[in-house]
């Protein structure tokens, strides 16, 4: 299975999150079913994460 994720730039920024958490969490799960310890992020674990990756691509936008 393939868990990348890719910032779509058509799409809004809070998509993207939705998406990448979305992925995230079947990745997690995928993991936990091979035997790996993994929990799921909260809701606001995963926007931290997710700002401190994709957070740059929200200012680039707001200065176009």
């Known amino acids: 299975m393939e868990f990348e994720f890719h910032y779509d730039e058509t799409k809004s920024h809070e998509q993207n999150f939705r998406d990448w958490f979305r992925l995230n ?31 740059k691509k929200l200012e680039i936008h707001k200065q176009a």
Do not use: P, Q
Request: negative net charge.
């Open 25 to 55: 969490t079947a990745e997690r799960s995928y993991e936990r079913r091979l035997g790996f310890e993994v929990k799921d992020y909260t809701l606001k674990e995963a926007r931290e994460i997710y700002e401190n990756m994709w957070g």
